[in-house]
């Protein structure tokens, strides 16, 4: 299994009156953990779209276990749970400098044509980079 990381830098416009990290912008962080993950293995997700397709957040789950804070270490840790025909689930966990899981979760993705948002199954329409995900994925 190949676990992609990313440091995340955060800036003051990510905190909350609170002064912990806006829960919404860990959704932002997922993106960037995804990218890495795909560069990682040889790919490039602008490369799909000039291809025809895009592909959707399907299903997004996360728990937040703890709360980040401005100055905080933060890294994403993105991995493939699951690489189906028609869907690819994404894991991911957000840990702080210390190596604690502040939030995990999955993201679920299709791929769909670009002219009509039809699902394709990413076997078909991409099949070196789902063959390349079958070899990275958790087992």
């Given at each position: 299994m190949h676990v992609a990381s990313i440091e995340i830098q955060v800036s003051y416009a990510d905190t909350d009156m609170m002064g912990v990290i806006y829960h919404a912008n860990y959704i932002k962080w997922l993106e960037l953990g995804r990218t890495q993950?795909?560069?990682?293995?040889g790919f490039d997700y602008l490369e799909m779209e000039r291809a025809g397709f895009y592909a959707?957040?399907?299903?997004?789950?996360?728990?937040?276990?703890k709360s980040?804070?401005?100055?905080?270490?933060?890294?994403?840790?993105?991995?493939?749970?699951?690489?189906?025909?028609l869907?690819?689930?994404?894991?991911?966990?957000?840990?702080?400098?210390?190596g604690e899981v502040c939030a995990e979760g999955t993201t679920t993705h299709i791929v769909?044509?670009?002219e009509d948002f039809k699902p394709i199954?990413?076997?078909?329409?991409?099949?070196?980079?789902?063959?390349?995900y079958e070899e990275i994925k958790k087992q």
């Open positions: 993950l795909i560069e990682d293995a959707p957040i399907y299903n997004l789950e996360i728990t937040y276990k980040l804070k401005l100055g905080d270490k933060v890294v994403v840790k993105t991995w493939v749970d699951k690489n189906q025909g869907k690819t689930v994404y894991g991911f966990e957000v840990v702080n400098g210390e769909v044509r670009k199954q990413f076997k078909k329409a991409f099949p070196e980079w789902f063959q390349k």
